[in-house]
C-alpha cells in the first residue's frame, strides 16, 4: 500500500490549506485513515482519524479549525484546515488501518511520504 499526500505549502496565520491523501495497492474503505503531524524537533503528533463509515475524530488542538474527510470511492483522505496558526507548522502524514486506538504512530500501519505545511505570522 502506498499513501502519497500532496496539498501542503506556505500560508499566512488565518489562512486556510487542504491536504489530499490517495491510497493505492489496495482499498483502504474498511479502515481507519487519518493525519499526524511533526514540528521540527517535536515528537510525531496526532490531528485527526475517521473511521470506515465517516466518524472524525480530532486532536483538541485543531478541533473547530480541521476537517477530516474521506472519499472511498477515490481512497482518498482530506484534511481541510482553516484558521490556521504559525504553531501548525509540521510535516503532514496521512496514515491508514488502525490497529489501536488511534492517537499515536504505533496505532498505524500504513504511512505516506509526508508534506510540509508552513505558516507565516
Known amino acids: 500500500v502506498q499513501l502519497q499526500a500532496c496539498g501542503g505549502g506556505l500560508v499566512q496565520a488565518g489562512g486556510y490549506l487542504r491536504l489530499s491523501c490517495a491510497a493505492s495497492?489496495?482499498?483502504?474503505?474498511?479502515?481507519?485513515m487519518g493525519w499526524f503531524r511533526q514540528a521540527p524537533g517535536k515528537e510525531r503528533e496526532y490531528v485527526a482519524r475517521?473511521?470506515?463509515?465517516?466518524?472524525?475524530y480530532y486532536a483538541d488542538s485543531v478541533k473547530g479549525r480541521f476537517t477530516i474527510s474521506r472519499d472511498n470511492a477515490k481512497n482518498t483522505v482530506y484534511l481541510q484546515m482553516n484558521s490556521l496558526k504559525p504553531e501548525d507548522t509540521a510535516v503532514y502524514y496521512c496514515?491508514?488501518?488502525?490497529?489501536?486506538?488511534?492517537?499515536?504512530?504505533?496505532?498505524?500501519?500504513?504511512w505516506g511520504q509526508g508534506t510540509q505545511v508552513t505558516v507565516s505570522s
Open positions: 496514515v491508514a488501518r488502525r490497529v489501536g486506538l488511534g492517537t499515536v504512530p504505533d496505532d498505524y500501519t500504513y
Open positions: 475517521i473511521s470506515p463509515s465517516g466518524n472524525p
Open positions: 495497492g489496495r482499498t483502504l474503505s474498511r479502515d481507519s
